[in-house]
């Protein structure tokens, strides 16, 4: 778990503190993330973390290496991340002003600023909605079993502008015994 303490940075002579640490990942992020992700292989962090009255402001920058499902077929798929985030943390709960200035303020409870929480929150909120193993993405494969299939959008809306409403056929089929009947008297007129 890495933490660090707000007074003491608060309190620093130096500037800014430096942090550089690999994660490691207990149960709880993994029953925590149990639908998004199913190992995480790697994760480093790099940050630096300063006081501006009245907050510990965290600039962090994370690498991982993923094992998530795939969107389609749950397939466990390779996903490499890079991305950053900042974050404010606060000793005290904010005014409405300091929430009006629209940045991420965490009121902290103690002392302890939570970075592995912060980054495995943020990792979390990384993952694309879409994620496709390569013969899905390459092949524009989807799952299928015994009398169902997933398709694309573009299929279904294909599909759909082929089939015939039900309701229609019915009006369609009233609509050809009409004129075959009117063509049949027509026939018959003529014929007199």
Known sequence: MLELSFFQIKNSREPLTQISAD??????????????VYEVKS?????????DEPFVTGNFQVEADLLVPSSRSLEAVPLKQKFSFVENYSDHEPTQEEKEL??????????????QTA???????????????????????????????????????????????????????LLDKMQAEED?????DEEK
Not at 23 to 36: E, V
Not at 43 to 51: D, K, P, R, S, T
């Open 102 to 115: 629209g940045l991420m303020i965490i009121p902290l409870d103690d002392d302890r600023i939570d970075v």
């Open 23 to 36: 994660l490691t990942f207990a149960d709880g992020f993994y029953q925590r993330a149990k639908d998004l």
């Open 43 to 51: 994760a480093h962090v790099e940050g630096q973390l300063f006081y």
């Open 184 to 188: 049949k008297d027509k026939a018959e």
């Open 119 to 173: 980054v495995e929150d943020n990792m979390l909120l990384n993952i694309p909605s879409t994620v496709l193993t390569k013969e899905e993405a390459e092949e524009d494969l989807y799952p299928e079993g015994q009398g169902w299939k997933v398709m694309s959008e573009q299929d279904f809306a294909g599909q759909k502008k082929d089939q015939v409403n039900p309701a229609f056929a019915q009006l369609r089929g």
